[in-house]
């Protein structure tokens, strides 16, 4: 449509928002589940400006409300919000405006909506939509619950003619179906549910064992300078405490949770959004109200309290669907920690609580692809059981231990003590331990009594979760009791061999390979420089308009114009994120600034888009890995490839063996200048090689007595490719 080009300065619509805009603007009904990042907002605002009428936004947060209220105003769409942070004039203004016909969305919260004299003057106008944002807080089975949200299905009715919207990108099928009754939508009356994937591909996800949390911390922000990110944490306390160790040591960082005053939080968090602090430190109170797209990663100092929470949470990091990064700092620590603040009156909600909880430590504790867990979680199905962005996908597999014994020795306890018990008790009695319930049901005359002495309690349990998520148990869900699978008979025969981790610590500390997945994306080769001017000046007029920098343009946008270096009103309106209001009006600062960089560093010739009338795309695995061996055939150094491209010296060696493996010739062994092995233990290693061939590298680490770094296997390979002149 030609508004999506010269409004919102996109060239073509994201999976499932065509079809959407096209249900809404037939007057249909629509619940609408995509992920953060995905497109919900242009859902709305598109059929607003195609509507005749008001399109009405209810929107849970005044902060979400001026952000949205901004970004609009910056294409040249009339849009307000009315509530209670508008001063008494600004207020009036925005309803006469409204009572005039010359606004096209309104923002408002659920509770300014239901009030008489709000409705009354809505009554006055003509209303086409009422778009529900965060559509999951109408839903009591859903993590962040809000009883207002509820009279909405009752205002609905006030606007017969209005088309309903619901969207939210934290739904589980449940909560999805809660959403549709509460709102008495009817398929009847052409209402259609769009589910998008909850796959965001351009997270990388990670899990650690929390061991020196402060440290981990301080080393994960070194690999992310000059980026935004949040930190979430469980308690003010331990807010304040990390804000300020991290102040000290001359990070830019603000914290916020509830316990501030309105002013700070604000303050803090407009600082954030315009990019004049980095980091924000935080508790579960920051985040629903942002949509900053260039936050470049979300570090959690503790476990969340939910599956839901956490991908909320991390679904605030790279919505401009550029790579960010996600840890997750994870101790058993946590757990008694956050079952503490279960403390509902009614025990079927704490009940509901609890299993959450054991949902997402199985998820911290899971040994298997991270993506496909979330996407199972929401009743989704991954199309692959390798996702190659979290770190068990990535991680080393010659690292991943032989489990089969433990697993045995578990099952078998549970068989002989009648599969009606606990993973408490089946443990205690592995352990040998002396219980009155041990005694009681004579398990200490048991074979298996005492066979786990070799094993701490907290290693077990570790092992058990294991065992419950490859399904070879199952539990009771009113007591908890253990029952064997049939999958569990082919370990108990030995036919079926279990990997795993024995040990918490050792899985969860182990280094893993930079994300290079086919489908992430990554940040386009662009000349840095020009980038950081551009940003400069985007922060610039973004300061003289008092809206946030990617209010002006986001990062995408940027690091095409650093890119392909537009310098003509054509080009600059090819760039992603460019429409008509926003070429004339920062255009012609964009394009000089551009130009004068092109004279002074001679830049005349310029990369072509592949397709002129696409949005410029990201660069993949494949082009990445190819741009790689190109440059390393031209006789770059890996170190040098590693600052290019802004990631480690690892990431680059993987790059350079799959360009080799790919049968592209090797003209270069320069790659050996990163070995830092003195020239006799360099030659056993590659004698190691010639005996144990390249293929996997575990064979070549037992060889050389495990003291050898996988990290300089990986260079070293590539230096024994080199010098054989192997073609692979």
Same mark, same amino acid.
């Given at each position: 449509?030609?508004?999506?080009?010269?409004?919102?300065?996109?060239?073509?619509?994201?999976?499932?928002?065509?079809?959407?805009?096209?249900?809404?603007?037939?007057?249909?009904?629509?619940?609408?589940?995509?992920?953060?990042?995905?497109?919900?907002?242009?859902?709305?605002? !598109?059929? &607003?400006?195609?509507? +005749?009428? /008001?399109? =009405?936004?209810?929107?849970?947060? @005044? %902060?979400?409300?001026?952000?949205?209220?901004?970004?609009?105003?910056?294409?040249?769409?009339?849009?307000?919000?009315?509530?209670?942070?508008?001063?008494?004039?600004?207020?009036?203004?925005?309803?006469?405006?409204?009572?005039?016909?010359?606004?096209?969305?309104?923002?408002?919260?659920?509770?300014?909506?239901?009030?008489?004299?709000?409705?009354?003057? !809505?009554? &006055?106008?003509?209303? +086409?939509? /009422?778009? =529900?944002?965060?559509?999951?807080? @109408? %839903?009591?089975?859903?993590?962040?619950?809000?009883?207002?949200?509820?009279?909405?299905?009752?205002?609905?009715?006030?606007?017969?003619?209005?088309?309903?919207?619901?969207?939210?990108?934290?739904?589980?099928?449940?909560?999805?179906?809660?959403?549709?009754?509460?709102?008495?939508?009817?398929?009847?009356?052409?209402?259609?549910?769009?589910?998008?994937?909850?796959?965001?591909?351009?997270?990388?996800?990670?899990?650690?064992?929390?061991?020196?949390?402060?440290?981990?911390?301080?080393?994960?922000?070194?690999?992310?300078?000059?980026?935004?990110?949040?930190?979430?944490?469980?308690?003010?306390?331990?807010?304040?405490?990390?804000?300020?160790?991290?102040?000290?040591?001359?990070?830019?960082?603000?914290?916020?949770?509830?316990?501030?005053?309105?002013?700070?939080?604000?303050?803090?968090?407009?600082?954030?959004?315009?990019?004049?602090?980095?980091?924000?430190?935080?508790?579960?109170?920051?985040?629903?109200?942002?949509?900053?797209?260039?936050?470049?990663?979300?570090?959690?100092?503790?476990?969340?309290?939910?599956?839901?929470?956490?991908?909320?949470?991390?679904?605030?990091?790279?919505?401009?669907?550029?790579?960010?990064?996600?840890?997750?700092?994870?101790?058993?620590?946590?757990?008694?920690?956050?079952?503490?603040?279960?403390?509902?009156?009614?025990?079927?909600?704490?009940?509901?609580?609890?299993?959450?909880?054991?949902?997402?430590?199985?998820?911290?504790?899971?040994?298997?692809?991270?993506?496909?867990?979330?996407?199972?979680?929401?009743?989704?199905?991954?199309?692959?059981?390798?996702?190659?962005?979290?770190?068990?996908?990535?991680?080393?597999?010659?690292?991943?231990?032989?489990?089969?014994?433990?697993?045995?020795?578990?099952?078998?306890?549970?068989?002989?003590?009648?599969?009606?018990?606990?993973?408490?008790?089946?443990?205690?009695?592995?352990?040998?331990?002396?219980?009155?319930?041990?005694?009681?049901?004579?398990?200490?005359?048991?074979?298996?009594?005492?066979?786990?002495?070799?094993?701490?309690?907290?290693?077990?349990?570790?092992?058990?979760?294991?065992?419950?998520?490859?399904?070879?148990?199952?539990?009771?869900?009113?007591?908890?009791?253990?029952?064997?699978?049939?999958?569990?008979?082919?370990?108990?025969?030995?036919?079926?061999?279990?990997?795993?981790?024995?040990?918490?610590?050792?899985?969860?500390?182990?280094?893993?390979?930079?994300?290079?997945?086919?489908?992430?994306?990554?940040?386009?080769?662009?000349?840095?420089?020009?980038?950081?001017?551009?940003?400069?000046?985007?922060?610039?007029?973004?300061?003289?308009?008092?809206?946030?920098?990617?209010?002006?343009?986001?990062?995408?946008?940027?690091?095409?114009?650093?890119?392909?270096?537009?310098?003509?009103?054509?080009?600059?309106?090819?760039?992603?994120?460019?429409?008509?209001?926003?070429?004339?009006?920062?255009?012609?600062?964009?394009?000089?600034?551009?130009?004068?960089?092109?004279?002074?560093?001679?830049?005349?010739?310029?990369?072509?888009?592949?397709?002129?009338?696409?949005?410029?795309?990201?660069?993949?695995?494949?082009?990445?890995?190819?741009?790689?061996?190109?440059?390393?055939?031209?006789?770059?150094?890996?170190?040098?490839?590693?600052?290019?491209?802004?990631?480690?010296?690892?990431?680059?060696?993987?790059?350079?063996?799959?360009?080799?493996?790919?049968?592209?010739?090797?003209?270069?062994?320069?790659?050996?200048?990163?070995?830092?092995?003195?020239?006799?233990?360099?030659?056993?290693?590659?004698?190691?090689?010639?005996?144990?061939?390249?293929?996997?590298?575990?064979?070549?680490?037992?060889?050389?007595?495990?003291?050898?770094?996988?990290?300089?296997?990986?260079?070293?390979?590539?230096?024994?490719?080199?010098?054989?002149?192997?073609?692979?």
């Amino acid at each position: 449509m030609e508004i999506l080009k010269t409004v919102f300065g996109y060239d073509d619509f994201r999976p499932l928002q065509k079809e959407i805009i096209e249900h809404i603007l037939e007057k249909k009904d629509v619940l609408v589940v995509l992920p953060t990042g995905g497109g919900k907002s242009l859902c709305f605002q !598109l059929p &607003a400006l195609v509507f +005749d009428g /008001l399109t =009405i936004v209810v929107s849970p947060l @005044i %902060s979400l409300m001026k952000d949205q209220v901004d970004q609009l105003g910056e294409m040249g769409i009339s849009a307000v919000c009315l509530n209670s942070s508008l001063p008494v004039e600004q207020y009036r203004h925005h309803v006469s405006l409204i009572q005039q016909g010359r606004v096209r969305l309104l923002y408002i919260a659920p509770e300014s909506l239901v009030r008489p004299q709000i409705l009354e003057m !809505l009554h &006055a106008v003509a209303v +086409d939509c /009422l778009a =529900i944002d965060e559509a999951h807080c @109408i %839903s009591a089975w859903g993590h962040d619950f809000r009883p207002e949200y509820r009279q909405l299905a009752q205002i609905r009715q006030q606007f017969p003619k209005a088309v309903c919207t619901a969207f939210t990108a934290t739904a589980t099928p449940t909560v999805q179906k809660d959403i549709q009754t509460s709102l008495g939508f009817s398929q009847d009356d052409g209402f259609r549910a769009f589910i998008g994937s909850f796959d965001r591909k351009n997270l990388v996800i990670r899990v650690m064992f929390k061991d020196n949390p402060l440290q981990q911390t301080l080393d994960f922000l070194a690999s992310h300078k000059d980026d935004s990110g949040i930190i979430y944490c469980l308690s003010r306390k331990q807010v304040e405490n990390l804000s300020n160790q991290l102040a000290a040591r001359g990070f830019s960082v603000r914290p916020y949770h509830a316990g501030l005053d309105d002013t700070a939080r604000n303050r803090f968090q407009t600082e954030f959004i315009k990019d004049d602090v980095r980091i924000v430190v935080a508790t579960i109170a920051f985040g629903m109200g942002i949509d900053k797209p260039n936050v470049r990663f979300v570090l959690h100092y503790d476990l969340p309290k939910s599956v839901e929470n956490y991908y909320q949470e991390i679904g605030r990091a790279g919505r401009d669907d550029l790579d960010a990064e996600c840890l997750l700092l994870f101790s058993h620590a946590d757990i008694p920690r956050l079952k503490s603040l279960i403390t509902s009156q009614d025990e079927q909600r704490n009940r509901a609580a609890w299993f959450h909880l054991e949902d997402m430590v199985r998820f911290a504790e899971a040994e298997d692809c991270r993506k496909k867990r979330l996407l199972a979680y929401f009743g989704e199905t991954a199309a692959r059981d390798d996702c190659g962005m979290c770190d068990n996908c990535l991680a080393p597999q010659e690292q991943v231990q032989d489990i089969s014994i433990a697993a045995q020795k578990f099952l078998s306890c549970v068989k002989r003590t009648g599969e009606r018990f606990g993973a408490g008790h089946i443990i205690d009695v592995l352990r040998g331990a002396e219980t009155k319930k041990i005694f009681q049901f004579r398990h200490h005359l048991l074979s298996t009594y005492g066979i786990g002495k070799d094993l701490s309690k907290k290693q077990w349990f570790y092992l058990s979760r294991q065992f419950q998520s490859k399904g070879f148990v199952q539990r009771e869900d009113n007591y908890g009791g253990l029952t064997l699978t049939p999958e569990a008979w082919g370990v108990l025969k030995g036919e079926t061999k279990v990997s795993g981790w024995q040990d918490p610590r050792h899985k969860l500390s182990q280094p893993v390979t930079e994300a290079t997945n086919a489908e992430s994306a990554e940040l386009p080769a662009h000349h840095p420089d020009l980038f950081e001017q551009l940003r400069q000046k985007r922060k610039e007029l973004a300061d003289e308009a008092g809206v946030p920098p990617y209010a002006v343009f986001p990062d995408k946008a940027l690091l095409e114009m650093a890119t392909f270096f537009p310098r003509t009103d054509t080009d600059f309106l090819n760039t992603f994120g460019v429409g008509q209001t926003k070429l004339e009006k920062y255009g012609p600062a964009f394009m000089a600034l551009i130009r004068e960089f092109c004279t002074a560093h001679g830049i005349s010739d310029v990369p072509q888009r592949k397709n002129p009338l696409a949005p410029a795309t990201v660069s993949t695995k494949e082009n990445r890995h190819f741009q790689v061996g190109r440059l390393y055939h031209q006789g770059m150094s890996v170190t040098d490839i590693a600052n290019q491209f802004h990631v480690k010296t690892t990431t680059i060696i993987s790059h350079l063996f799959r360009y080799f493996q790919e049968g592209n010739p090797i003209a270069s062994g320069h790659v050996i200048d990163e070995c830092t092995l003195s020239p006799d233990v360099r030659e056993k290693v590659l004698q190691a090689f010639d005996t144990h061939g390249y293929q996997l590298l575990k064979p070549v680490f037992e060889a050389m007595d495990r003291e050898i770094p996988y990290e300089t296997l990986h260079v070293l390979r590539i230096y024994y490719l080199y010098v054989n002149e192997i073609d692979l």
